[in-house]
């Protein structure tokens, strides 16, 4: 069983960056897909990307393509999300997931771990 402990959330004026990281413990993150998924004020959670186990795969969702990146450091354990140019639109609670399914997962449901997410507000 993996422990998901995110950090790095914030308020941003409107095209400012932040990045977000996702801190694991109990298991490697190298054993599992990994994905981002954001809930906005009375929405439901949606997904934002995943990166498959190897790392050789990603998956954006339209929204974010082109402006966020997704990383993970083995060494260090952890997930990075790299937001930049944000947005109003981009404001939400941001969580990171895991999953032992080996190819990238875009569905929440297909995910094990849930960490307890991070703030981000971005400002017009």
């Known amino acids: 069983q993996v422990q998901l402990v995110e950090s790095g959330g914030g308020l941003v004026q409107a095209g400012g960056s932040l990045r977000l990281s996702c801190a694991a413990s109990g298991r490697t993150v190298s054993s599992y897909t990994m994905g981002w998924f954001r809930q906005a004020p009375g929405k439901e959670r949606v997904f934002v990307v995943t990166?498959?186990?190897?790392?050789?795969?990603?998956y954006y969702a339209d929204s974010v393509k082109g402006r966020f990146t997704i990383s993970r450091d083995n060494a260090k354990n952890t997930i990075y999300l790299q937001m930049n140019s944000l947005k109003p639109e981009d404001t939400a609670v941001y969580y990171c997931?895991?999953?032992?399914?080996?190819?990238?997962?875009?569905?929440?449901?297909?995910?094990?771990?849930w960490g307890q997410g991070t703030q981000v507000t971005v400002s017009s």
């Open positions: 997931a895991a999953t032992a399914y080996y190819s990238a997962r875009t569905y929440s449901r297909e995910y094990d771990y």
């Open positions: 990166i498959s186990r190897s790392g050789s795969s990603t």
